[in-house]
Each structure stands twice: as structure tokens, then as C-alpha cells.
């Protein structure tokens, strides 16, 4: 919802802290690389979306949005 909001530095705060409390979260890790790409920090993004990955085959019952 922030991102949708164009509060993208908003967003990336709100989902570091949310992977605080759940570093597995596959979903959080790829919203956060989609935001990140968003403000061209694509190597953070990168970094978040194999994480992501790598959650979701681990979890394969797992959906990404």
C-alpha cells in the first residue's frame, strides 16, 4: 500500500522491519526487491528476489503474488 502511495523509502522500512520478525517470508522478500527495483537499487533487489526464490522452493506450497 505505501509503494502504491509512491512512499517507496516508506515501504522499504515497513518491510525490513516485517522481515525482522520473519526472515523466511518469501512474499516480504519479494515485495521488497519489487520496491527496491522501483527505486533502481536493483542489486538489493536482486539479492531479495533469490532469497525469495530460494524460500519458494524450499516452501513449495508457497504462491508469490
Known amino acids: 500500500i505505501l509503494a502504491n502511495q509512491g512512499k ?14 520473519d526472515p523466511d517470508d518469501a512474499e ?3 515485495n521488497l526487491g519489487t520496491v527496491l527495483s ?8 536482486a539479492n531479495h528476489f533469490r532469497k525469495a526464490d530460494e524460500l519458494k522452493r524450499r516452501k513449495p506450497g508457497i504462491q508469490m503474488r
Open 8 to 21: 517507496l523509502t516508506d515501504s522499504v522500512a515497513h518491510y525490513r522491519d516485517a522481515l525482522k520478525s
Open 38 to 45: 522501483a527505486m533502481g537499487r536493483n542489486d538489493e533487489a
Open 28 to 30: 516480504t522478500h519479494g
